[in-house]
Structure formats: C-alpha cells, structure tokens
C-alpha cells in the first residue's frame, strides 16, 4: 500500500498517527491509516489481541463476518482466513484473524507489542491551554510510554485511543464502589469468566462458586461452571444479581444472534428451573467480603426500599466477580475531552446512546464520526473505548466508526480540517 499521501496543515507535515491498542478496532483503524498513507504506530500493552486473549476459551456469539473487514480479510486471505458464518473462540478470533493481520505486510513495522502508554499531552499545550480552539493541533501530541526497556516519548499528530474497557473492572460493592474487604482479598483473576473446561476445572470441581453479576460474563460463569458440575452435587454455584427481576437477563426478542439467545436461554434456565444445581439470589448488594478457612463469608443485604431491609452472609469457596468493565481514561487525562458524567465515553456518542432505548447491542449502529468528534482536536475514541461503562457496544460498531473517521479524514484532507 501506498504511504506516499502526505497531507499538510499550514506549511507543517501532519502524518503521524498513533492508535493506542492493538485489539479489533485498533489493527482496523491502521490498516485504513496506512492505506490513507499515514505514517502509523501501534502501540499495545500486551500482546496483540491482549484483552480477548483474557477470555480465549469463551466463544463470540458474533459470528466472523461481524468481527472482520473486507480489507483485512483480503490482507490475510492466503492464510486461510475463518469463514464469515464461523463462531470462534476469544482465542481462536485471535490467532486465526488478529495476530495474521498484525504480521500482514501491509502493518509491517507498524505494531509494537508491550509499549504501554500511559500519558498524554500536547507538547507544550496543557490542559486548559487555548480552551476548545484548533490551535491546540500546533502543538503535537507527546505519547509517554513503558516497555520492557524503560520509558520512551512518542509524537503524533493524529491520536486514536483504541485502548477498549476491559483495562478496568467495576467493583461488586453495592452502588458499585469496592465493598469492604474486596481490594483486599480479591486479585484481577477474581474478576474474569475462569476457564473450568479447561486448565482451572480442578480448582472449581467439588467446590461451592459464588457468581456476582448480570451480564453475558456472569451468565457465560454459571453455564461453564454447570457443565462441570454435571451431576456432582459437591459442585454448588450460588449467583447474585442486584436486579429483583423475575430472570437474571432479559431475551432479546427475536434475537438474530443465535449463540446470545442460547446462552441467555440456558443461563436464565438455571437460575429459575427446578435445577438445584444453580441457587439464584436476585435483589441482593454485596457489603462486605471476608476471608474464612476455606473461602469467603460474603454479606449482602436487601435493597432497603424493597421494604425487607434484610441481611444474611453466604460461605463459599470462590467467588467470581462480572460486574462489568469501564475504559482506563487516566493516560489522557491532560487533554480537552468531554466526558459523559454517567458513563465516561465521549459525550456527544454517550448522550445519543442514552437516548436510544434498546437493550440490544445489534441495534446500535455507529453514528457518524460528528458524534465521535470532541474538543481536543485530531483525538478520536473508537470502539470498545468510545462507549465507556455502556456495554451494547460490538465490534461491527467500531469497524463501522473507523469506516467514518477515515472517511471524514479522506473528504477533509487531513485530520484537522
Ligand atoms: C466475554 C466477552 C465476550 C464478548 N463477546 C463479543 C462478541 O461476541 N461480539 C462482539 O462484537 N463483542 C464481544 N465482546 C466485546 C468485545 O470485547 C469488544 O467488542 C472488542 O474486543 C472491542 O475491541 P476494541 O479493539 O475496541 O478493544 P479491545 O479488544 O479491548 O482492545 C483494546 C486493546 O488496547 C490495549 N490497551 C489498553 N490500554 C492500553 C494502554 N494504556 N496502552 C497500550 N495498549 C493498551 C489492550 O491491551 C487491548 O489489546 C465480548 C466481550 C467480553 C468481555
């Protein structure tokens, strides 16, 4: 592909694009820079793929033809690429999609694995220098960030954060603060769907999990724990929820998706069927975690307004924590983004989506790069990122968003125009 285009603002070149991630969104975004003839940098964390690699052993309920683009399956094409129709694993979408694309010739160079950004500023703009105005893109973009070898400084002139929400958990607290006891006694390994088919089934056979969450994570922990306790009644899985609906997880109607409408069929099965496999405990805050001989006393109580007001302990022998995930907005914290108060993304996308009224991640569409637009300018939030703690989003989403951006670069020559 060609990097011959170079497009100007005034008499400076302008053609350094940084993405921050090297997940979906993040290798989309640089294939299209590239092909835009930007000079571009990828700078991931981990490895690539780094947070889907966290789940690998959960299959997508998208099936690969949402997941992927038309270029970037052309880029990999002699690599034998998944078919459209295909449902693959986190770890298989990965290696048999991701990781191809990010060695194709055409990204050559252009990803570097374990650099981790984590500042950002203008070079010699702060915060509350030239307030909201386009001067602000004068001064380039100053990227700090830590490899295996120490820090080093990274400039731009386009920045896309691509960095996803899975860099941070939400807490099972009630009111979703950390309840007492939970930095203290849970670890990061605590808060992801645990692979009991797998290397962790030992660890899980035989014991008493307690599952705190409402979502699709939540709900993928009690199918794969029920499927390994089969019929051992010494495996005993309790799950909580602070809803008090009469289900763990609303069905989408007609559901187009049909490996989301089975997990959310089986899941709500257990939770209400005569199944005494799963005890489902809906309506209850969790207040505190305490560590006991074996395990963990967990106290929960009753939503005061429901008028019980109760409080009881549970005893278990792990807990598995979904309560969801939010994007890392520390790392650009010296740049001039609105943030929505309630979610954290971006202001103009989170105030159209808090308008829309579906559940249902598949009717939310990418809006148009207007709403992706905020007043640092040449910084965009793409995918995951851009929808903060809100969690309809889904890759299709982000390819379409990088579609738009792209598009709004070619029509403007330039990022800034
Ligand atoms: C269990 C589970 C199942 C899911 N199933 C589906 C599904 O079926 N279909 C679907 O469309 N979506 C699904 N999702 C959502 C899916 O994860 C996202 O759609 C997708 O991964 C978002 O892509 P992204 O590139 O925006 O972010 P991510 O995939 O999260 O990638 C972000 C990348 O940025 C890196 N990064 C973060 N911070 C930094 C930093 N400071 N410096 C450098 N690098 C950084 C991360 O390591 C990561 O590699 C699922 C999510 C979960 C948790």
Redesign the pocket.
């Known amino acids: 592909m060609s990097r011959d285009f170079v497009y100007t603002c005034g008499t400076m070149q302008k053609n350094r694009l940084v993405i921050?991630?090297?997940?979906?969104?993040?290798?989309?975004a640089a294939v299209k820079a590239v092909s835009q003839g930007f000079d571009v940098t990828v700078?991931?964390?981990?490895?690539?793929?780094?947070?889907?690699?966290?789940?690998k052993h959960?299959?997508?309920?998208?099936p690969f033809g949402?997941?992927s683009s038309t270029v970037g399956r052309s880029l990999i094409a002699d690599q034998q690429p998944p078919a459209l129709d295909d449902l693959l694993h986190?770890g298989q979408f990965c290696e048999r999609y991701l990781r191809p694309l990010a060695n194709s010739t055409a990204l050559s160079g252009c990803v570097l694995t374990q650099?981790?950004?984590?500042a950002v500023s203008r070079r010699a703009f702060g915060k509350s220098d030239r307030i909201g105005q386009p001067g602000r893109a004068d001064q380039p973009f100053r990227i700090l960030?830590r490899t295996n070898d120490g820090e080093r400084i990274f400039d731009a002139d386009v920045l896309l954060d691509?960095?996803?929400?899975?860099?941070r958990h939400h807490f099972v607290g009630a009111g979703g603060m950390p309840c007492v006891g939970e930095q203290l006694l849970l670890t990061d390994s605590d808060y992801g769907?645990p692979n009991v088919a797998g290397a962790e089934g030992d660890r899980y056979r035989g014991r008493h999990s307690l599952v705190i969450g409402s979502g699709?994570?939540a709900a993928?922990s009690v199918c794969l724990l029920a499927d390994l306790a089969g019929d051992d009644a010494a495996t005993k899985i309790t799950w909580i929820t602070r809803g008090n609906c009469d289900k763990p997880l609303r069905q989408v109607i007609d559901d187009p998706?049909p490996?989301?409408a089975e997990l959310t069929d089986r899941a709500n099965r257990l939770a209400v069927g005569d199944d005494p496999i799963v005890d489902w405990r809906p309506g209850l805050h969790v207040d505190e975690i305490e560590q006991t001989e074996s395990g963990f006393a967990v106290k929960l109580f009753t939503n005061p307004e429901s008028g019980e007001g109760r409080v009881e302990r549970i005893f278990c022998d792990h807990i598995i924590a979904n309560p969801g995930?939010r994007p890392?907005t520390d790392?650009f914290r010296e740049l001039q983004i609105h943030r929505c108060y309630a979610t954290d993304g971006p202001i103009k996308l989170a105030a159209h989506l808090l308008g829309e009224s579906s559940n249902d991640?598949l009717q939310q569409t990418s809006t148009g790069c207007e709403l992706l637009q905020n007043p640092e300018p040449n910084f965009y939030i793409?995918?995951?990122?851009?929808y903060g703690r809100d969690s309809r989003?889904?890759?299709?989403?982000?390819l379409q968003q990088v579609d738009q951006v792209f598009e709004h670069f070619a029509s403007t020559n330039g990022a800034n125009a």
């Open positions: 921050v991630g090297a997940g979906p969104i993040g290798l989309e700078l991931e964390r981990g490895d690539i793929g780094d947070a889907i690699q966290r789940w959960v299959p997508l309920f998208t949402m997941n986190g650099h981790e950004v984590v960030v691509c960095s996803g929400f899975t860099s769907i699709y994570s993928t998706l490996m989301r995930y890392n790392p991640c793409l995918g995951a990122a851009s989003f889904l890759m299709q989403i982000g």
